[in-house]
């Protein structure tokens, strides 16, 4: 297998996930800084043009982190992430879902729309003026999963899992381009730094070719 990986918030997410499980992969980097992804090489690969992706043994590619890490958790079961029995994988799969389609897709798209916008208003169909209120939103959903927030210590009580690597991992981005969160938030705010100290957390900065 072959990871093509890359400096962006769903392949860190993935490469999180791979140190977490304690998995080794060869890996090669995508410049999407400079539009690598949109170029012919990679669109072979993927055409989405879109980071990470995964080659597999049969030559086939699988795409989309989540997918990727789907895969991975049934080849690899232990460490758990994802889940060990059907209520456990769905309770996780329901979390993930919160956590992306409230809150990670908003903080995505106001990125590509504002800060990012130089870079990707040439490959994409933006949006400037919608910018200030994904944003709104990003955070009204973030206060709403503060407030869903169970005993803890994670997203799933007791099981930390994918649900808490893709949110840490989009909150830390955010951080970066202009999309901070309240950190006083009763109980996201405590989780983020629990999350931070992990030793995976810092070392998916790195990528998996460096």
Known sequence: MLIYDAHSPAPRCLRMFLL?????????TVDVMTGENRQSTY??????????????DDDSVLTEAVTIAEYLEELHPSPVLIGSTPEQRAQTR??????????TEFI???????EGLARFESRIPVVPEGADGLKRVAQDRLRWLDNMFGT??????????????????????GQ???????????????????????????????????
Do not use: M
């Open 20 to 28: 977490e499980k304690q998995l080794q992969l060869p890996a090669i």
């Open 108 to 114: 995505h798209n106001a990125f590509h729309y504002a």
């Open 94 to 103: 329901q979390w993930w879902r919160r956590v992306e389609l409230n809150i």
């Open 43 to 56: 669109l072979a690969v993927n055409p989405t043009g879109q980071t990470p992706s995964l080659r597999l």
């Open 176 to 210: 970066s381009v202009n999309q901070p969160f309240d950190h006083n938030l009763p109980n996201i705010g405590p989780w983020f730094e629990r999350i931070a100290a992990r030793a995976s957390a810092k070392q998916s900065r790195t990528l998996l070719a460096t």
């Open 152 to 173: 803890g210590p994670y997203l799933c009580g007791q099981r930390f899992t994918a649900a808490d690597i893709w949110l840490y991992v989009w909150l830390d981005f």
